[in-house]
């Protein structure tokens, strides 16, 4: 089946420091990808859809210039946090849409950080 | 209101016994319908899927989608302390491309 790699799992940073998140579909190419920020016990929450080759879109309350996604190629998207600060500690999971299946949407095993 | 409710638990059950998980939703356009699985500090993964309204079985699993009513439920049959996750509802509309995620059910299954 479709595998979705993220690294890294676990990051620890100090606050004013930017962090970069991979996510990359292995075998198979996405031309959408999700980037969601989950909370402890709560859902995960949209932050942003990236097509690739375009710019990503944003959910409401979510600032561009603090999370910076790139979706450079169709089996590589990133999502930089910038100027981390202690409340962006949390736990982000990236998703991948497999266009070659009405359900393909397969997730990366998370990113947990944690700002210093 | 929230497009997507689910009960966040916890639910504790015996291990064996029959364990029912639901959601609630209130876009009438959501037609895809999916179970998630996630274990503590891992990705989701994907456990039934479900188009439209009807039943759906796979091994110990069992989705339905009551569309009239905008509520849905998975059933686990024989429970096994290996199930023991958060189990995440998520739905769609033909339109969209995202997910619509309930908050998840926490579950334990004790042996």
């Known amino acids: 089946g479709a595998v979705v790699s993220q690294h890294p799992s676990r990051v620890i940073c100090k606050s004013g420091t930017s962090v970069k998140i991979e996510c990359r579909s292995l075998?198979?190419?996405?031309?959408?990808m999700f980037w969601y920020r989950q909370f402890p016990k709560q859902s995960l929450m949209l932050m942003a859809t990236?097509?690739?080759?375009?710019?990503?879109?944003?959910e409401q309350g979510v600032e561009k210039d603090k999370f910076l996604i790139n979706h450079a190629s169709l089996t590589l998207s990133t999502l930089t946090v910038t100027s981390a600060h202690p409340e962006d500690s949390s736990f982000y999971i990236c998703s991948a849409r497999d266009h070659r299946e009405t359900n393909g949407y397969t997730f990366g095993s998370g990113t947990r950080l944690t700002v210093v | 209101q929230k497009e997507v409710e689910q009960d966040p638990g916890p639910l504790s059950v015996p291990e064996g016994a029959i364990v029912s998980l639901n959601c609630t939703y209130s876009?009438?356009?959501?037609?895809?319908f999916m179970w998630y699985r996630q274990y503590s500090r891992k990705g989701p993964e994907l456990l039934m899927y479900?188009?439209?309204?009807g039943n759906k079985e796979d091994g110990r699993f069992t989705a339905q989608v009551d569309k009239s009513s905008k509520y849905i439920s998975l059933f686990i049959r024989d429970s096994q302390p290996s199930d023991s996750a958060t189990y995440l509802c998520?739905?769609?509309?033909?339109?969209?491309?995202?997910?619509?995620f309930g908050k998840g059910t926490s579950l334990l299954v004790t042996p």
């Open positions: 479900t188009y439209s309204s």
């Open positions: 998520a739905m769609k509309s033909n339109s969209g491309y995202a997910l619509n």
């Open positions: 876009n009438s356009a959501f037609q895809y």
């Open positions: 075998d198979f190419q996405a031309t959408t």
């Open positions: 990236s097509n690739e080759g375009s710019k990503a879109t944003y």
